[in-house]
């Protein structure tokens, strides 16, 4: 049996991916700003959990593979942190490495409306 992998179509980076799906116009453009919302609001937090944790890299003076070795992760995740490469790390990830450093995350939602 041959698997067909062939590419029909590829969506570029920044479209409407809903729009493309075939969604109405007014509803792609509200599922598009909602989704694009989300997304900023999750890097948003994913910076600020990094920062937290590269401040105390640096406010310890140690090392990379130091760190790594404190946070029960790899030398290039540290990297990775440091570097706030918010694509490679889930929030849960984050805060657990707080977590181990004795910095429990407090989550707070705000009304904004």
């Known amino acids: 049996m041959k698997v067909d992998t062939a590419i029909r179509h ?3 980076a920044g479209a409407n991916l809903f729009l493309e799906l075939g969604f109405p116009p007014e ?3 509200r599922l598009h700003a ?3 919302r989300q997304i ?3 890097k948003m937090l994913k910076e600020q959990l990094m920062g ?3 401040a105390w890299i640096e406010q310890h003076h140690l090392k ?3 760190a790594a070795e404190i946070l029960m992760i790899s030398r290039p ?3 990775d942190v440091v570097n706030k490469k918010t694509a490679k790390f889930t929030i849960d990830a984050l805060v657990g490495m707080l977590s181990r450093i004795g910095k429990p995350v407090r989550l707070a ?3 904004t409306q």
């Open 10 to 12: 590829v969506t570029k």
């Open 27 to 29: 509803e792609a453009r």
């Open 34 to 36: 909602a989704s694009k």
């Open 40 to 42: 900023d609001d999750a």
């Open 52 to 54: 937290e944790l590269a």
């Open 64 to 66: 990379q593979a130091q």
């Open 77 to 79: 995740r540290v990297s």
């Open 109 to 111: 939602v705000w009304d």
